[in-house]
């Protein structure tokens, strides 16, 4: 069956350390999208990507970064640089306009 | 830029009907409803675009005020599986370009 994976699902950073998420879709989709989400905040929007090799800053992309190599990865590296790095991040494709959006189920990122 | 829902939550006894609504200071081109279970990703319920018809199922639809840019989400004879937060993602002009989404509203069906 065609999805998103997005590993781990749980992830502890240390203070200074970069660590990278995967993202990996099987779908065909162009677009592939990363998500913030915080208590109570909704989801915001980090970076997205709508063809290979190339990839567009979201409202907080600040201490992130991203890459878009082949169709099927969207790996996200959250900096040390990201000084509250701490939340549920989301991936997230589609096909077109004229449909919605399939996630991944998610990984759990602690700062400890 | 960011839609506002309303209302942040609601509680309903099974049975009862709900009414979620979204809005937006810009004219969209897309609204889309996604659902959110505690710990999960959002699972998407349908997108309704700029003249296009009310979508929906028998039990969950929505519509799509153009002029008031204005989308609202209808929960009948609710279940508990409805439970659940529900996020509207607005979309200003076509072309795959992200969603923006309101903050969420937290419905709590009970028995």
């Known amino acids: 069956d065609g999805g998103i994976t997005q590993s781990p699902k749980y992830l502890f950073r240390k203070e200074g350390q970069n660590v990278t998420l995967s993202c990996e879709q099987n779908?065909?989709?162009?677009?592939m999208y990363w998500y913030r989400q915080d208590p109570g905040q909704g989801l915001r929007l980090i970076y997205y990507s709508q063809i290979v090799n190339d990839f567009q800053k979201g409202d907080i992309a600040e201490g992130y970064s991203v890459s878009r190599e082949k169709k099927e990865s969207f790996p996200l590296t959250v900096t040390s640089a990201q000084k509250n790095p701490t939340a549920f991040y989301l991936c997230?494709?589609?096909?077109?306009?004229?449909?919605?959006?399939?996630f991944g189920s998610g990984t759990r990122l602690t700062v400890v | 830029q960011q839609p506002v829902q309303s209302p942040q939550a609601v509680i309903l006894r099974e049975g009862e009907d709900a009414v979620i609504n979204c809005s937006s200071s810009?004219?969209?081109?897309?609204v889309h409803w996604y659902r959110q279970k505690h710990g999960e990703a959002p699972v998407f319920l349908m997108i309704?675009?700029?003249?296009?018809e009310q979508k929906g199922h028998e039990k969950i639809s929505a519509s799509f005020n153009e002029k008031k840019q204005q989308s609202s989400l209808y929960l009948t004879a609710s279940q508990l599986s409805y439970s659940g937060t529900y996020f509207c993602?607005?979309?200003?002009?076509?072309?795959?370009?992200?969603?923006?989404f309101g903050k969420g509203t937290r419905l709590s069906v009970i028995a």
């Open positions: 309704l675009l700029k003249g296009g």
């Open positions: 993602g607005t979309e200003i002009y076509p072309g795959n370009t992200p969603l923006v």
């Open positions: 810009k004219a969209l081109y897309s």
């Open positions: 779908l065909n989709h162009d677009a």
């Open positions: 997230a494709s589609r096909d077109s306009s004229h449909y919605g959006y399939t």
